[in-house]
């Protein structure tokens, strides 16, 4: 089946500094990747879409600035969180669509990162 | 604007029973439905979705769900519930046209007392 996959899992920073997460489509390619960022018993609120080859298309109020999004290939999208604040912790998702069995596509998600910020 | 809700926050159930799980959208039309699990340390997965046709739907894991346009719900159901289902569940939807975007509710923590 589908894979997405992210990296780091976990990562802690210090306020002030950038993190980047990487996240790949291991056995499919990826023209539009997304990327949530989820809240403790929250619900997942897009952030961006990410297609490769192209800027993402940020969601509104989602400062680009702070969150840079690259999706140089097929199977690779990166989000770098710019001089990172405590406010910035969250658990981060990305997820890639893909072709689905029946021919269509469907949206294949991440396991997440957690970031904390100090 | 679009929306997705999910009225209840936590739900508990005995293994063995009925479960239902509640989902309501708000659309300016019909949208496309999806019926997501999250387990802790793994990605959401898909369980079923509903695009046209056939308004009863079944998933993977014994899932089923009901697409209901005159009360603009979306019902998650499974006949007997496992242990192992105990994990949060989303609704979500998706505009036609709307690029893929998916818009989430704020999900449903499900319990499952052996």
């Known amino acids: 089946g589908a894979v997405v996959s992210q990296h780091p899992s976990r990562v802690i920073c210090k306020s002030g500094t950038s993190v980047k997460i990487e996240c790949r489509s291991l056995?499919?390619?990826?023209?539009?990747m997304f990327w949530y960022r989820q809240f403790p018993k929250q619900s997942l609120m897009l952030m961006a879409t990410s297609n490769e080859g192209s800027k993402a298309t940020y969601e509104q109020g989602v400062e680009k600035d702070k969150f840079l999004i690259n999706h140089a290939s097929l199977t690779l999208s990166t989000l770098t969180v710019t001089s990172a604040h405590p406010e910035d912790s969250s658990f981060y998702i990305c997820s890639a669509r893909g072709l689905d069995t029946s021919g269509g596509y469907e949206q294949y998600f991440g396991p997440g990162t957690r970031l904390t910020v100090t | 604007a679009q929306s997705v809700t999910q009225p209840d926050i936590h739900i508990t159930v005995s293994e063995g029973a009925s479960l239902e799980l509640r989902c309501n959208y708000s659309?300016?039309?019909?949208?496309?439905l999806f019926w997501y699990v999250q387990s802790p340390g793994q990605g959401l997965q898909l369980l079923l979705k509903?695009?046209?046709?056939?308004?009863l739907v079944q998933g993977i894991k014994g899932f089923e769900a009901e697409f209901k346009r005159s009360q603009s719900s979306f019902n998650l159901r499974k006949p007997s519930v496992h242990w192992s289902d105990a994990a949060e569940y989303f609704c979500?939807?998706?505009?036609?046209?709307?690029?893929?975007?998916?818009?989430f509710g704020t999900g449903t923590q499900l319990k499952v007392e052996l």
């Open positions: 659309y300016g039309a019909t949208p496309y």
């Open positions: 979500a939807g998706e505009g036609p046209g709307g690029g893929n975007k998916l818009t």
């Open positions: 056995d499919f390619q990826a023209t539009t």
């Open positions: 509903y695009f046209s046709g056939d308004t």
